[in-house]
Every structure is written in structure tokens, then in C-alpha cells.
């Protein structure tokens, strides 16, 4: 049997930025289901770090986030983890007032927000439809930060191999009990600790290890990317203010999504073809772009507690059980505020987020619902 100090359930970003901080206090153990890091959600995502997403918890976890991002720990990447790329949000007539509220929300976090006008959308992004029946106005922010989620995985899984822990790939874990005061894993780890930071699968791992779940909602997210056959360069990350369309360029191309919530179950999420279909719609809604060839289409999972607020803490109902789940849309853009948070609470340092109360984000919250 080997032994760890802490046991961390999932390869993705949640367990990979703790697991990299844990192993400064204890050896770290990371035990990862598929043969990749960051197959499933942490792969998939659009790698964004903004303020136009979340509630209050979320924003100020972001908040936390930043200075990691922008200037990034000596020695942890070769090359920029995460960028500057603004971000904006358009209203047509309808939706006007959720853009002032958007501002409203935004501008207690951002003193550089610019109200725009049709022209001025115009102007940012030549392609947007303004004017009477179109956009109206809207509203640029630009903080957005552009993030490297693959820089990021490869980055913490250095640090982490660097102060000693370890990764097994290809290991699902499928039986866990507690004998004496720890936890065994799979006939084979025993560990004082176990954080479940397995992502939709949360709930699950919770189970077999006899533990009261969350209630987690996995939710599928559909993205699809065109080439619009121009150049893109300084365009911002488009969002409707309205919540039904995103995109961004990358890499040549423009990542385009109809910011659909599908209900799932935990699982190798694929594009529908409806929600394919709704990305190019609205595509052509809000822009003068016609789609005739879809490169490439992918969906993920973004897994939501039922306050929408990431968990991290330990379950009251069972010593040494962490949760380190419920990321949403926002588990990049939270990862180093939420690992420093994990740090505290597992390792005893002083508590790293001025505003947000542990109780904020225990799993306890939940369950007395
Ligand atoms: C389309 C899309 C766009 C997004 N855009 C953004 C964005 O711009 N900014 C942002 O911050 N966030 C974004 N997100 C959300 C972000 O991707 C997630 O919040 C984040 O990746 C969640 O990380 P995680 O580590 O909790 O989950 P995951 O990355 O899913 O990791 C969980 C891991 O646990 C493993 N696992 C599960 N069960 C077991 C088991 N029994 N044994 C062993 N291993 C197990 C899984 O294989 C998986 O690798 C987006 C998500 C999607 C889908």
C-alpha cells in the first residue's frame, strides 16, 4: 500500500493548482481516471478570465486570481500564461437594461469600463450588426485576460512533481474506505486527506466513499469554430448582453457559442447538433458573418453547485473528505484564489481571501438547504 499525505481525486485544473500548493506542506498523491490532464472540462474551455460572469463570490475569487495571472510566480512557465484581451458586451433594444446592469455589476471591479455606441461597436468589431434592430450599445472592458489553460495544467503539474508529488494517469478510482483514521484508495493509496476535485463526477466519487453528495449540476456547453475568411486581429471577446452568444478569435479561427446550460450526466460530453446548430444562428444573428463550414465542434461540462458559488472544504459529515468541486464557468479564472483557499484550509496558513468567508464556499452551505 503507498501512502500520501493528501490524495487529490482529478487532473484538472481544481486538483492540479492545489495539489501543487499541498505539496509544499506533505506528499501529494494525484490520481487521474483518463490518460491526458485536463481531458474533460479543463481542456474544453474558452480560457477566460473576466468580470461579466458570476455572482459577487465568483467576482471577488477572480479578483484574488489576478495577480497570478499577470504576473506569473518566478520559474512557473516558459512563455505567458494568460494575456490582455478585452472583452465586450453588446445589448440590442430588448436587452438594454441588463446592460446597464451589467455595467453597474462590472463597474464596482473595473474603473476602466467604456459605454459604447453603435458606431463604436462598429469600430471594435467590424462584423457586429449595430443600429436600430441590432445592437444598440454596449460596453467594453479591457481587463479581460486570455489564459493559457494548457500552459497552466503543464505548469502546475511541474511545480507539483518538482516539490515531490506524483500524478497516475490512467488510475479511475472506483472504491474508497476509510479504515482507522484514513482513507484507502482503490486497495492500493491510504492518506489522511482525500480531495475530491473530480470535476461532474463530484457527486459520484462522493458516494463510493460513503459521503452525503452535493447535489452538483453538470451542465454541457457547446462551442463551435469558423473561419470567417478575415483578418481578426484586436477584435475583443464578443459576449450579447442578453446571455445567448459568445465569441472569440484563436489561433485563425473564431470560437463561437450559444452559451447553452444542457442539463447532463457526468460523461465524455459531445456536441449536439441542435446546439451546433443554435452556435451558427446566432452567429448569423448578431453579425454579418455566414457560416458555410464549421471546422471543428466541441462540448464540455461546466458542473454548478446550487448557489452557482465553487466549494472548497471539508464535509462535516466525514473527517479528512474535501471537497474541491462545483467550478462552474469559472474554475481557470478562480484556480489560484481557490488553491490558495484549499492551502488554508488543509494546511493551516493564514486565510488568503480578504471578503470571502470560508463559510462562503464550505460544502456545509449546501447541505443545509
Ligand atoms: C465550453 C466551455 C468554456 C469554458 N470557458 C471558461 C472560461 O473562459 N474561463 C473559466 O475560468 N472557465 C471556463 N470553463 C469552465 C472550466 O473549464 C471548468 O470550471 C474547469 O475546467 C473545472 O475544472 P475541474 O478540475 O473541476 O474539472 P475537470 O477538468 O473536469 O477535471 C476533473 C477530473 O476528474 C477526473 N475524475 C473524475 N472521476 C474520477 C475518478 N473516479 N477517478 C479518477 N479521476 C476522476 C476526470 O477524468 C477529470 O479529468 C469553460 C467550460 C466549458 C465547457
Known amino acids: 500500500m503507498d501512502g500520501a499525505d493528501f490524495l487529490i481525486i482529478g487532473g484538472g485544473i481544481a486538483g492540479l493548482s492545489a495539489a501543487a500548493r499541498l505539496a509544499a506542506h506533505g506528499k501529494v498523491i494525484v490520481l487521474e481516471a483518463e490518460d491526458a490532464l485536463g481531458y474533460h472540462s479543463s481542456g474544453r474551455s474558452v480560457s477566460f ?3 461579466g460572469i458570476g455572482n459577487e463570490a465568483v467576482r471577488a475569487l477572480t479578483r484574488h486570481s489576478r495577480p497570478f495571472f499577470e504576473h506569473q510566480p518566478e520559474g512557473f512557465c516558459d512563455t505567458p500564461i494568460a494575456w490582455l484581451s478585452p472583452s465586450l458586451y453588446f445589448a440590442e433594444e430588448a436587452a438594454l437594461p441588463r446592460l446597464d446592469a451589467q455595467m453597474a455589476n462590472m463597474a464596482e471591479l473595473v474603473d476602466t469600463l467604456e459605454p459604447l455606441d453603435a458606431a463604436a461597436l462598429v469600430r471594435l468589431c467590424p462584423v457586429i450588426k449595430a443600429g436600430p434592430g441590432a445592437a444598440m450599445r454596449g460596453l467594453l472592458d479591457p481587463t479581460g485576460l486570455k489564459l493559457d489553460a494548457d500552459a497552466l495544467l503543464q505548469s502546475f503539474s511541474r511545480q507539483l512533481r518538482a516539490r515531490g508529488g506524483e500524478i497516475r494517469l490512467g488510475r479511475q478510482v472506483e472504491k474508497i474506505e476509510r479504515r482507522g483514521d484514513a482513507w484507502i484508495v482503490n ?8 480531495v475530491n476535485a473530480a470535476g461532474a463526477w463530484g ?3 462522493a458516494v463510493l466513499a460513503g459521503v452525503t453528495p452535493l447535489g452538483l449540476e453538470p451542465k454541457r456547453r457547446t462551442v463551435i469554430a469558423v473561419d470567417p475568411g ?7 471577446f464578443v459576449h450579447s448582453v442578453g446571455g445567448d452568444f459568445y465569441m472569440l478569435p484563436e489561433a485563425g479561427l473564431l470560437l463561437v457559442s450559444p452559451v447553452d446550460e444542457v442539463p447532463d450526466e457526468p460523461c465524455d460530453a459531445q456536441p449536439d447538433d441542435y446546439d451546433v446548430a443554435f452556435a451558427a444562428d446566432r452567429l448569423e444573428h448578431y453579425t454579418m458573418l455566414k457560416v458555410a463550414r464549421i471546422a471543428h465542434r466541441w462540448a464540455g461540462l461546466r458542473t454548478f453547485t446550487s448557489d452557482r ?8 459529515d466525514a473527517p479528512g473528505f474535501f471537497w474541491l468541486c462545483g467550478q462552474g464557468g469559472y474554475g481557470l479564472q478562480t484556480a489560484p484564489a481557490m488553491a490558495t483557499a484549499v492551502e488554508s484550509l488543509i494546511a493551516g496558513t493564514a486565510w488568503p481571501l480578504a471578503n470571502i468567508a470560508p463559510a462562503r464556499i464550505a460544502p456545509g452551505r449546501l447541505l443545509a438547504r
Open 49 to 51: 478570465s473576466h468580470y
Open 187 to 194: 486497495d492500493a493509496v491510504a492518506a489522511q486527506v482525500l
Open 230 to 236: 478575415m483578418d481578426m486581429t484586436g477584435w475583443p
Open 309 to 316: 458559488t465553487p466549494t472548497a472544504g471539508f464535509a462535516p
Open 203 to 205: 457527486d459520484r466519487v
